[in-house]
């Protein structure tokens, strides 16, 4: 089955504890995507890669890490997570730009993470 | 840069009856797509529609369907004939290529038996 997955689903976790959220896509997709939801803000861009070793920021990097050393996986690493980290993360894919559906995103699950 | 409002935070709407979910955007680009997402209470986001700013003829998906006004910048989401099912919340997003996103704050949708 085509699907992007997220591990942890949910976490509790203390502010200044290193985290990181996995993400992975079995569709050979080349575009990868972080964001987080936050009430009345809809959802905001994190990160995004367009292919292995190349990322941009998104409209609010600020406290992320990413990488993107295997084209199937996208972890998004909190170094030192604070409280205002508290929120509702999707990861997404899509096919390359070129391509039929190439601006079509798939969805992860989501990630609730809680920062004490 | 760009920025995408939906005015509407909340609406409800009786089953089968018709509702019309708001978006405007804000942008200087003129290539660049379109989205309605639904997101039930599992949080699982689902594509509703898209819709390619080059293309005049507005999309449609079944029960679904938009009104795209390049001109006037909006974009609004039509669902004919309501479902309990459809009750959810649904944001409109923009897509600048490549993969810059942008999404609304949502509108959250109550179907009404």
């Known amino acids: 089955e085509a699907q992007v997955t997220q591990n942890p689903r949910y976490l509790i976790t203390v502010t200044g504890k290193k985290l990181t959220v996995t993400c992975s896509q079995n569709?050979?997709?080349?575009?990868m995507s972080w964001y987080r939801q936050d009430p009345g803000l809809g959802l905001r861009q994190i990160y995004y890669?367009?292919?292995?070793?190349?990322?941009d920021k998104g409209d609010v990097p600020e406290g992320y890490k990413v990488s993107r050393k295997e084209k199937r996986n996208f972890p998004l690493i909190l170094e030192s997570p604070s409280p205002n980290q508290t929120s509702l993360y999707f990861c997404?894919?899509?096919?390359?730009?070129?391509?039929?559906?190439?601006?079509?995103?798939?969805f992860g699950p989501g990630t609730r993470l809680l920062v004490l | 840069a760009q920025t995408v409002t939906q005015s509407q935070p909340e609406m409800s709407v009786q089953e089968a009856e018709t509702v019309t979910l708001s978006c405007t955007y804000d942008?200087?680009?003129?290539?660049?797509?379109l989205f309605w997402y639904k997101q039930p209470p599992s949080r699982q986001m689902i594509l509703v529609i898209r819709q390619e700013a080059y293309k005049q003829q507005n999309a449609t998906e079944n029960r679904f369907s938009v009104n795209f006004q390049k001109a006037a910048k909006s974009f609004s989401l039509k669902i004919s004939d309501s479902q309990l099912g459809d009750t959810a919340m649904y944001f409109c997003a923009f897509m600048k290529p490549l993969l810059v996103m942008r999404f609304g704050a949502g509108t959250r949708l109550t179907v009404k038996p």
């Open positions: 569709m050979n997709h080349e575009y």
């Open positions: 890669s367009m292919n292995v070793e190349v990322t």
């Open positions: 997404a894919s899509s096919p390359h730009w070129g391509s039929q559906g190439q601006e079509t995103q798939y």
């Open positions: 942008t200087s680009e003129n290539n660049y797509y």
